[in-house]
């Protein structure tokens, strides 16, 4: 078992970790993950082997061959010597400064692996000549080399007695170690640390998912966990995905000083979030904001833009976004941090309104974030933007939303419109039906009859025609942007920059991250409502 402290302003938080088992610590950049690394290795002495984030991965098979017992103590302390002597850890493995030194180790833990090999090999030898039946040990860089195919199946290691070479598999291309990728290396170097760790030890991975791509994170470390037991691991990583992926302990760093210590939170199950979302929501220094969609850039740099101050976290449909709010201010593990939600018009009426309202939940101006570069004020914004002023100012703000009622006014662009709204209506209705009272099928097929028998569908269609129309024929488009949610709208609004609609996308995005075009923002931010968050 190993057990170890972490300051915090009310008093000491005691952990332990047991062989085999992990312990995920999850913080933003700024945090102090690698100091809280540095506190863990120091209380734990010569039980703890630390992995730097700030590393060297210079992969050298030609480096001297030397000494086994010198090479692990250059590997432990910095210092190859006969002994381990932890007093040179500092001095020589972090260069007198634990939290920001680079580490420059794998040099050591080349001749450690080759040194292994040779060792291991003549044990092997010498059985053999002497008819010995001792079992084949399996030497580090053979445990090493099948790790890798598991990972990298693509990639095989062609390792000899004092040489090693990459060859891409089913090709007979090879290359030396020193051209690999930075993947590559950081994946042999982590496999290689992993097996050359000393038996029960804990192992303190800092940001272990550097260099490495998503896709293989989990499966490496599911297998270099397998493959020692016999030791723990502490992971210490601002990457939510990785930490979700993880079995294990797992905490969130809030905030750290220097003088009182860090402000750790444990991550609680059951919050009715996914676990890479509790985890986000409880690392964010800001409030959380909801919203609709998947994350798509352009509502992310909209809604980063317009609200700097909150952590804007997609949720996908409108219910899910009311989910998350009532979700969220309802459960007590997550009551320290605020939020508050925002979902498309979609034709709401002001009774929906007022009851999203008092869910803490407000609602765009438009049906689609998109339209709000059809708004009269935003599309004079962008006009202004490119260098129109007075009557040309005008005339372009007139042209854009002169196409914009066009396109409104054909029927075929309509039909679409008024279909969705009365299938947004019909789904809404249905939703809120509570036929729980009915005790068997036949009052449940009347109590059905009914309670739908109020949703008038021609009605409906009616109501979303006309209001449509009227916005039209007023020229109100404000009012018909409420309804119109047509994804070819944005081909409308990237005329007033007189560009394609790719161009103009990637341009709003970057105008709004860089705040290159402050009366953009200034007009968006303007006709989006204000937020609070409880």
């Known amino acids: ?116 090999q040779a060792n291991t090999s003549l044990t092997t030898h010498k059985n053999a000549r002497s008819n010995a039946a001792q079992p084949v040990a399996d030497t580090k860089f053979e445990k090493l080399e099948a790790i890798w195919d598991r990972i990298l199946p693509h990639r095989k290691l062609d390792i000899s007695g004092d040489d090693i070479v990459a060859c891409v598999t089913g090709t007979g291309i090879k290359y030396k170690a020193a051209e690999m990728s930075d993947g590559e290396r950081a994946i042999f170097y982590l496999i290689g640390q992993t097996l050359a760790a000393a038996p029960s030890s804990l192992l303190i991975l800092d940001e272990p998912e550097l260099h490495i791509h998503r896709s293989i994170m989990s499966r490496l470390w599911d297998e270099l966990e397998a493959a020692r037991p016999d030791c723990a691991m502490v992971f210490i990583s601002h990457d939510l995905e990785f930490a979700a992926s993880r079995e294990g302990q797992k905490f ?18 059951n919050t009715g979030f ?78 929906e309104i007022s009851f999203l309202s ?18 009269p004020s935003v599309v004079e914004a962008i006009a202004k933007n490119e260098g129109h002023s007075g009557v040309a100012l005008e005339a372009k703000v007139s042209s854009v939303l002169g196409e914009l009622f066009a396109h ?85 609004a990237c005329k007033a920059k007189d560009t394609t609609k790719t161009y103009f996308e990637q341009w709003v995005v970057r105008a709004l991250r860089n705040n290159t075009a402050p009366h953009l923002s200034n007009a968006i931010r303007e006709v989006l409502p204000t937020l609070v968050a409880t």
Not at 5 to 30: C, R, Y
Not at 360 to 370: N, Y
Not at 428 to 451: C, E, G, M, P
Request: include cysteine; proline fraction near 6%; hydrophobic fraction near 40%.
């Open 408 to 492: 409104a006014a054909v029927p075929q662009n309509q039909a679409p419109i008024v279909m969705r709204y009365c299938r947004r209506r019909i789904d809404r209705t249905l939703k809120q039906i509570d036929f729980s009272a009915a005790k068997d099928v036949a009052a449940l097929a009347s109590d059905y009859a009914t309670k739908t028998a109020g949703i008038d569908v021609i009605t409906l269609a009616k109501k979303a025609s006309e209001s449509i129309e009227k916005s039209i024929a007023e020229k109100n488009a404000p009012e018909l942007l409420k309804w119109y949610d047509n994804k070819g709208v944005l081909g409308i």
């Open 1 to 116: 078992m190993f057990d170890f402290s972490v300051p915090t302003p009310s008093g000491p938080i005691e952990f332990q970790v047991e062989p085999g088992t992990s312990l995920l610590f999850v913080g933003a950049n700024g945090g102090g993950k690698t100091r809280l690394a540095v506190t863990i290795e120091r209380e734990l002495g010569a039980s703890a082997h630390r992995i730097s984030a700030h590393r060297v991965l210079t992969l050298n098979p030609a480096v001297p061959k030397i000494n086994e017992r010198f090479a692990l103590s250059g590997l432990r302390t910095g210092a190859p010597g006969d002994t381990l002597h932890l007093p040179y850890r500092l001095g020589n493995r972090w260069q007198g400064n634990e939290a920001i030194a680079l580490l420059n180790d794998y040099d050591f833990l080349v001749q450690t692996l080759f040194a292994d």
């Open 274 to 351: 996914s676990e890479e979302t509790t985890t986000l929501i409880l690392g964010s220094r800001k409030p959380v904001l909801f919203i609709e969609g998947q994350g798509e850039s352009l509502d992310q740099a909209i809604y980063r833009a317009c609200y700097p101050d909150w952590t804007i976290i997609p949720r996908g449909s409108c219910e899910e976004v009311v989910h998350a709010v009532t979700t969220m201010r309802a459960n007590a593990a997550l009551t320290r941090v605020t939020c508050a939600g925002m979902v498309d018009a979609d034709a709401y009426d002001p009774t």
């Open 252 to 269: 969130v760093i809030r905030d750290y000083n220097p003088a009182t210590g860090w402000v750790i939170e444990a991550v609680p199950d």
């Open 358 to 375: 008092n869910k803490g939940i407000a609602v765009l101006p438009v049906s689609e974030i998109e339209n709000l570069f059809l708004l």
